[in-house]
């Protein structure tokens, strides 16, 4: 097997068999029967709730009988992206695991580490022999990825511990104790065809962009590629537009995005200056960026010019990035936009933003200001509810205890601060009265992209960190 190698067997076994299971978010039904399946062949007691969560229950360990329950907490479901070239069916067909040296990665596909890592380390300790432990209860949500919305809809009667560790963070060492509010924008152009004017058509791709998280990683100062493409087109003059794409999901930073356009000019002579601007911009932070133009069929039919204006210019205009850095806890980003998604159809061209804060004013600010951007190019905008910002809380109890733990153990301070992107756990502590959360993860790299990966070492030490903490929890 690929992990032959590798010293926590007992982990990365359950981890094969995870990812062999297709999980996309609302697909979590293979890995909800495989984890009450699970539970039934350990002996251990495992329930879902209506929305199709799964929480198992793991008896205290002797000696440990009175020490308070502990909840360690994940999600099923996998952001599912793959290299354009694949033929990988995400509805039918597992992850193929590749050990690259200290790195578990996928071939051609996003690994799903995030958030399977959490599983099989929770598993993996709920079957331990030689674990120490009191009462532990593992929760696994659903499609924490496209809306949190396990989180959204617990029961809380399925759950006793008023103490979580959430596994869902991405850098060893670091306990985060708070997370971004977020809420996504939808904003939708009629769309007015008219007669193509220009013999010749083109299909322009930007591509080769390294994506990821658009919470952890959009201070990494990587290209969109929607908005690589809209100042590609704003550069141009006298075209046409019949088609344009871009971007998968509205946590992944767009790193694909194409447009078919009809022009009478050298289109490649006309971008070649501005193509290597933006590579010489990008030489450090994304390097495989490239354009790809490529000539086609011509194209009957394209957007009206005003419409094809106003769709560029709001896409040339529309903030993406960071917006404003932490001031209240250094090195983090406070506020942040994705242009996520842009889909063309017969009716409509539709774009997806997601704005995240810190700080809720914050939050809604940013989105007004970018209503009030698209608004003003004729889009109609809709904003969603949103999810909730997780309030730091350093004088916690169970943080203490951790801590504590942490330097008995590591021999250092861990790292403890606020991330930006989301969490569960503001959302399930609000849910459930009483609980204190943090999260705690390995190192992960590449998240939500084709080039995912998880150091192994890294897992295996934040595993056996887990098992001896869990010891130590009084």
Request: glycine share 8%; proline share 3%; net charge negative.
């Amino acid at each position: 097997m690929w992990y032959d190698k590798l010293q926590n067997k007992r982990m990365w076994e359950i981890f094969s068999e995870i990812s062999a299971i297709p999980r996309e978010s609302g697909n979590e039904e293979g890995i909800r029967k495989f984890l009450l399946d699970w539970a039934e062949k350990n002996g251990l007691e495992a329930k879902r709730d209506e929305i199709g969560n799964v929480f198992i229950y793991a008896p205290a360990t002797k000696g440990y009988e009175k020490v308070k329950p502990t909840a360690l907490q994940g999600h099923m479901d996998m952001v599912c992206v793959k290299t354009k070239e694949s033929s990988h069916d995400f509805s039918k067909d597992g992850i193929e695991i590749v050990l690259d040296g200290n790195n578990v990665r996928a071939k051609d596909t996003s690994l799903g580490a995030d958030n399977g890592i959490a599983i099989a380390m929770a598993l993996a300790i709920f079957t331990d022999p030689e674990a120490q432990h009191g009462p532990l209860e593992a929760i696994f949500t659903i499609s924490e990825e496209t809306g949190l919305t396990g989180a959204f809809n617990i029961d809380p009667s399925l759950v006793k511990a008023k103490r979580m560790i959430n596994l869902d963070s991405e850098e060893e060492g670091i306990i985060y104790i708070g997370c971004a509010g977020g809420i996504d924008l939808t904003s939708k152009l009629k769309a007015k065809w008219t007669e193509n004017k220009y013999d010749r058509s083109y299909r322009i791709e930007v591509l080769g962009l390294l994506g990821g998280h658009s919470g952890s990683e959009i201070d990494k100062q990587r290209g969109n590629a929607i908005k690589i493409l809209a100042r590609i087109l704003k550069s141009l003059n006298k075209y046409s537009l019949s088609e344009i794409s871009g971007g998968t999901k509205r946590n992944v930073i767009p790193s694909y995005a194409q447009a078919v356009i009809s022009t009478n000019s050298n289109i490649e002579k006309k971008t070649q200056k501005l193509i290597g601007d933006i590579k010489n911009e990008l030489k450090y932070s994304d390097p495989g960026f490239t354009v790809r133009i490529t000539e086609i069929e011509p194209r009957p039919e394209a957007l009206s010019d005003k419409k094809r204006k106003n769709l560029v210019n709001a896409l040339f205009t529309a903030p993406a990035g960071v917006k404003a850095m932490s001031t209240a806890i250094c090195g983090i980003v406070e506020t942040s936009n994705n242009l996520a998604i842009i889909n063309t159809n017969e009716e409509e061209i539709e774009v997806i933003n997601s704005i995240r804060s810190n700080i809720a004013s914050a939050k809604e600010e940013h989105l007004e200001v970018l209503k009030t951007l698209y608004g003003g190019f004729g889009f109609n905008c809709e904003s969603g509810e949103g999810y909730p910002e997780w309030e730091p809380n350093p004088s916690s109890k169970f943080l203490a205890a951790v801590k504590k733990a942490y330097k008995e153990i590591e021999k250092k301070e861990p790292v403890v601060t606020a991330i930006h992107a989301g969490l569960e756990c503001g959302i399930i502590n609000t849910r459930i009265k009483g609980m204190d959360s943090l999260s705690m993860g390995p190192n992960l790299f590449d998240v939500h992209s084709v080039n995912e990966h998880i150091e192994a070492d890294s897992a295996e030490r934040v595993a056996s960190f887990l098992k001896q903490l869990l010891a130590k929890l009084k």
